[in-house]
C-alpha cells in the first residue's frame, strides 16, 4: 500500500519537489494526490508536510519534522542530494 494525502493538504509543492519517482501529482493550491502505482513507499515524502496531510502505509498520520532550526529549505536539500 503507497502513502497518501488527506485533505489537509493546501497544494504547497513541497511533497512534488522530494519525490523521485515523480508519483506525486497536483496543481498548486490544490490537493495533491500519489500513484499507489508508482509509490514504492521510500518516505523521502512522509516528513516534509507541515500541513500533516499524509499518511503512511499502514493509514498512520506522518508528523512534520524540520531540520536544522525548523528550516523547511534544510530539509530540501537533505532530500534532494539523494
Do not use: W
Amino acid at each position: 500500500m503507497a502513502y497518501t494525502i488527506t485533505d489537509k493538504c493546501k497544494g504547497c509543492d513541497d511533497c512534488v519537489k522530494v519525490c523521485r519517482l515523480k508519483a506525486i501529482s497536483g496543481e498548486m493550491k490544490q490537493k495533491h494526490v500519489i500513484d499507489p502505482a508508482a509509490c514504492n513507499d521510500c518516505g523521502d515524502c512522509r516528513h516534509i508536510c507541515e500541513y500533516e496531510a499524509m499518511l503512511d502505509e499502514k493509514g498512520k498520520k506522518c508528523k512534520y519534522i524540520p531540520k536544522d532550526g525548523g528550516e523547511k529549505k534544510s530539509v530540501f536539500k537533505r532530500l534532494l542530494k539523494k
